[in-house]
């Protein structure tokens, strides 16, 4: 297995959790597994707060994702858009395909990039923040091998 990247990522702005779709029907999309290492063997499900908004520095460009509600195939489902400078990326359903188009747009390359990293979603202290004010969350069981 090779070695994941480490990037540093900045949350910039937390964002708000929405109770009719961090609760409602379409919460299952709204909430997610981390990898974060040494914590428990139970996943932990964070937040997608919209308008969460984080930072990351790419070749000496700052790279902002914010999570907005909605993209072109669903309202009720998180959008990503990623911003560098004056350019703008157009909503996508992951932070992956936001990120990885506008840098390749800038850089004119084939790179590809991990959302969930670029979003800080390996490190302790965004899933930290991300809880914060938090009084219910929802969890995950497994019954068995499957």
Not at 79 to 98: H, M, T, W
Not at 120 to 131: A, F, N, P, S
Request: hydrophobic share 35%; aromatic share 12%; with cysteine.
């Amino acid at each position: 297995m090779g070695k994941r990247k480490e990037y540093q990522v900045s949350l910039v702005s937390l964002g708000f959790i929405d109770e009719n779709l961090h609760y409602g029907p379409f919460s299952r999309d709204w909430w997610e597994t981390r990898c974060v290492k040494n914590i428990t063997k139970t996943p932990i499900l964070y937040p997608i707060r919209i308008n969460m908004k984080t930072l990351v520095i790419l070749q000496n460009i700052q790279f902002f994702v914010t999570v907005i509600q909605g993209h072109i195939g669903s309202l009720q489902q998180p959008g990503y858009i990623c911003e560098a400078g004056d350019l703008k990326s157009a909503v996508f359903n992951n932070p992956s395909g936001a990120i990885t188009t506008l840098y390749q747009q800038l850089f004119k390359n084939n790179t590809r990039f991990s959302g969930s990293l670029i979003m800080g979603h390996d490190k302790t202290e965004i899933g930290e923040k991300l809880l914060k004010d938090v009084n219910f969350r929802p969890f995950c069981c497994c019954l068995g091998k499957f």
